[in-house]
């Protein structure tokens, strides 16, 4: 079984800061990418920021804003979220595509999600 832990959500004023976590546990073999998604009240989840081992992709809207990041030896990924605007507002889902161990194809597992709140 695993599990994708988040943290770190909360409310914060327009031109904050908040980091969040998501950290994967369970019988892994491997964690290919790592993702984070969001999605706002009456809208579709949409990609935030996505990390691979040779890369890093971001949605236009959090470019030079957001920076994603990973620690492989304790399959967490993080998302730094600086100068937060009110259209930020959203739950945040940690994404991961992960290996079992045991041979098993790779899978992909969501987190339960975290309220990132910005308003003064």
């Not at 990418?33 to 890369?55: C, E, F, H, N």
């Not at 492989?72 to 259209?87: H, W, Y």
């Not at 930020?88 to 992960?98: E, G, K, L, P």
């Amino acid at each position: 079984q695993v599990q994708l832990v988040e943290s770190g959500g909360g409310l914060v004023q327009p031109g904050g800061s908040l980091r969040l976590s998501c950290a994967a546990s369970g019988n892994i073999f491997s964690v290919s990418g790592m993702a984070w998604y969001r999605q706002a009240p009456g809208k579709q989840r949409d990609l935030v920021a996505r990390i691979t081992s040779s890369s890093t992709n971001y949605a236009d809207s959090v470019k030079g804003r957001f920076t994603i990041s990973r620690d492989n030896a304790k399959n967490t990924v993080f998302l730094q979220m600086n100068s937060l605007k009110p259209e930020d507002t959203a739950v945040y889902y940690c994404n991961a595509q992960i290996r079992r161990i045991g041979g098993i194809p790779l899978e992909n597992y969501w987190g339960q999600g975290t309220q990132v709140t910005v308003s003064s």
